[in-house]
């Protein structure tokens, strides 16, 4: 980012010095963005918000802006400003007017400190840990509507808990999983370091799945995750389990010893490593269903069926 002999990024002091060249419709939009964006983005001045507003306009321009859902047919704004779902090559140059306008990574290091409201020592964690390319790389996902990497998630995971808390947070976690069907104790054991490794204590607890103490709220069959920790979460357990002894136990009642090797075929048919993980992330968001299309729910009702009624042959 091009800064004057001052501090103040080239951009703004050009904004200051000569105006803005944007008229009419996009004079408007950009000065309903301008009000918009300190409130998803704290501690972004008028003038920053302003500049930021205005490169949006003029280098992504309004049919993206109503395209990526930020605007409606009207001009006006569509809920917040980090509810949209802009292109990456958008959501890059959305990226660009933040670096061109402030110091990116000090305003998000400052969002996140201020959320949390570390100590001292946590607030020079979380400083080390936003970096620029996490900036960079949080805010282009983010504006794709992208659940991944997530600064506060990486903050709050690293710089917001002790190792004892971690302890007992995976003890509880890997304890709630493993009165799950189709998960071993070890298994259980490997989710619950992996979800306290990837999604952190601070998160987990935020999220309602932990108590202040590093225990289970109501269990981890009712946990309702946001999309990112789902993922996470997802992630974790795919890392650990495998989809053919999860799926043919919880759906097909195979209990913790699992079902046999056709059930488990059927299931592998079914469900790759991407329509498993889709699975997870919405049975840890709370919503009911595998996900599967109609198409293939039917081959598996169908594989399901030929495997029983040929158990009930032999019987």
């Not at 002999?5 to 309903?32: F, H, M, Q, S, W």
């Not at 964006?37 to 280098?59: D, F, I, K, R, S």
């Not at 802006?65 to 006006?76: F, I, P, S, V, W």
């Not at 079914?270 to 269903?289: C, I, K, N, T």
Request: a negative charge; one cysteine or more.
């Amino acid at each position: 980012m091009l800064r004057s002999r001052y501090g103040i990024p080239i951009a703004l002091a050009l904004l200051a010095l000569t105006g803005c060249g944007l008229e009419g419709a996009d004079k408007d939009v950009a000065n309903l963005l301008a009000d918009a964006l300190p409130a998803e983005y704290t501690g972004l001045t008028a003038e920053e918000a302003t500049c930021v507003a205005e490169h949006w306009v003029e280098e992504i321009g309004r049919p993206a802006l109503k395209k990526g859902g930020l605007l409606g047919e009207q001009d006006t704004l569509v809920g917040n400003v980090r509810e949209v779902e802009l292109s990456e090559d958008d959501a890059a140059e959305a990226y660009a007017g933040f670096d061109d306008c402030t110091d990116v990574r000090a305003l998000v290091s400052g969002m996140v400190t201020s959320l949390f409201e570390a100590d001292e020592q946590q607030s020079a964690c979380i400083d080390d840990k936003v970096t620029g390319d996490a900036v960079e790389r949080w805010i282009v996902a983010d504006l794709q509507g992208d659940p991944v990497d997530n600064v506060y998630v990486v903050a709050g995971r690293d710089c917001m808990s002790t190792a004892a808390a971690d302890a007992r947070a995976v003890n509880a976690i890997s304890g709630g999983l493993g009165k799950r069907e189709g998960m071993t104790p070890e298994q259980a054991r490997c989710v619950g370091e992996q979800m306290v490794e990837r999604i952190g204590v601070y998160e987990l607890t935020a999220a309602g799945v932990l108590d202040e103490q590093q225990q289970l709220v109501e269990g981890m069959q009712g946990v309702e995750l946001n999309e990112t920790d789902a993922n996470l979460a997802a992630d974790a357990t795919q890392a650990c389990v495998s989809m053919e002894d999860m799926l043919s136990a919880t759906l097909a009642g195979g209990g913790e010893s699992g079902a046999g090797a056709e059930v488990k075929a059927c299931f592998g048919a079914a469900f790759d490593d991407e329509r498993f993980h889709a699975y997870l992330v919405q049975a840890y968001m709370g919503r009911a269903g595998t996900g599967l299309d109609e198409e293939t729910t039917q081959e598996l009702a169908d594989c399901l069926r030929a495997v029983l009624e040929e158990k009930q042959e032999q019987d």
